[in-house]
């Protein structure tokens, strides 16, 4: 497939600023097509078309949006192999990995889709004037949520096309009827360009402002920071490390006027193995530990980084299943250099913390040209554990680390001393959920999934997903990033005091033209009033 290599701003082709190449991580080659490396001038014009699309957009019809949404789905699906194939190359996530992605955003534009053309995120709320109330008569007051703007996106690494150009951040803002700025990820800017070609195509068909997508490649950190900085932004999406995360959230609200950051960053994923489970079925969690830790070569942000059980003779049967599987796992090629040279300094410096040992490592030596990262297990007592805090950071890639207790009272203090994860996982009995009621309520306060007997790897795209949690996995533990949900991060509510009915939004008028589920004095109904 040809590609040209330049920024999108706002339909149109730009390539003001130097260019690079991308790399295949399974050869350390470069690709063919240089990128166009975006530029402050470019940023300033995608924000201020994103800006002037807006007033359009956000007076689209609900029908309207969801179109949009089924036509990029409808477009991605008939790119083919063409977009699998460049996307391989630029990830080395495989063929099959890739087949599964594409369907899983396709599925995710259409869920969006349908919850644009049923109107009912919205939320309205009505309460109907009290004119005669006592002492005070109550005004009318009628609630909804609106977009809030255009919307600056960064890409994840990991995802190249469900948390990428036309991933979740895209859908969210699109049903919100919010513009949105996609900052794509440099090690797949091949796959980021074919995947805008599709949206592009969706909005033109439909007639939209063009200004309501833009794409611009960044290696670099600086234009990123112009987009997050730009005072036409109006709210930030990022799914990545807790540095870049954390260094976005910052200025973000430095800016004269701050700005809300979702950003996905660091998880644990702690998963805790009660005495019943493992005593009834300690090989079987152990294969599907090892495969949980080591899917995609670890590069999942629900990967288990952190597994807690009692000493005893189970735990150490377990421990010595999963070692055993693990050494059987081929080393693997990771995204791109840098991660897999980050994973590599991590997983050292757990080696190096005393009262740490290695449990296994894959016996399949690690080729740097291809680069492939180890597969490892490590193990700790609970007091080492607890004692250095190092061993909390996340280890991105396939590594974990076995953490035995002496008691309860061990497994509880190191869950209050975690930091918070996207996930927690129990493996137990019924007996088990009893003695270690305490144990779920405190991780309650840890996650913002629990996970009982599975593994965290996998989630799920439906409206009672929760992917978010306390800090450091998200900067704002109220919403999530994947589900339905997601469009609360990009809207803002609006309340109509005492407006005439000629001037209210439909969604809340008293005759309910577009026939959505609404809150009027305390009770749901569809009702016209």
Known sequence: MNLHGKNLIGGEQ?????TFAAVNPATSQALPTNFHEGTAEEADRAMKLAHD??????????????S????????IEAIGDALLERANLETALGIPRLTGERARTCFQLRMFARLAEDGSWVDARIDKAIPDRKPLPRPDLRRMLIGMGPVVSFSSSNFPLAISVAGNDLVSAFAAGCPIVVKNHPNHPGTSEIIASA???????????????SMINGRKTDIGMALVKHPLTEAV?????????????DAANSRPVPIPVFAEMGSVNPVFLLPGALA?????????YKNSMTVSVGQMCTNPGVVVGLKGDAATAFVSAAGKLVEETPSGTMLYAGIRDGFEKEVGKFEKVPGVSVVARSKTEPDATKTQARPTLLTTDAR????NPLLKEEAFGPASIFVAGESKEDLLAIARTMDGSLTATIHGTPEDLKEYADLVRLLEQKAGRLVFNGFPTGVEVV?????????????????????TAAIQRFVRPVSYQDFPQSSLPDELKDENPLGIWRMVEGKLTKDTL
């Open 280 to 288: 009834e079925r300690g090989p079987k969690i152990a294969e599907a």
């Open 53 to 66: 699309a807006f007033q359009t957009f956000r007076k689209t019809s609900k029908n309207v949006r969801a």
């Open 384 to 387: 080492t554990y607890l004692a």
């Open 237 to 249: 999406a990022f799914t990545g490390s807790l540095r870049g995360g954390r260094a976005i959230f």
């Open 14 to 18: 730009s390539g003001q600023g130097e």
């Open 463 to 483: 409206p009672s997903q929760q992917h978010g949690g306390p800090y450091p996995s998200t900067t704002d533990v109220r919403t999530t990033s994947v589900g």
């Open 68 to 75: 949009l949404l089924e036509n990029i789905a409808l477009n």
């Open 199 to 213: 949206i592009t195509k969706a909005i033109a068909d439909l007639k939209l402002p063009h200004g309501i997508f």
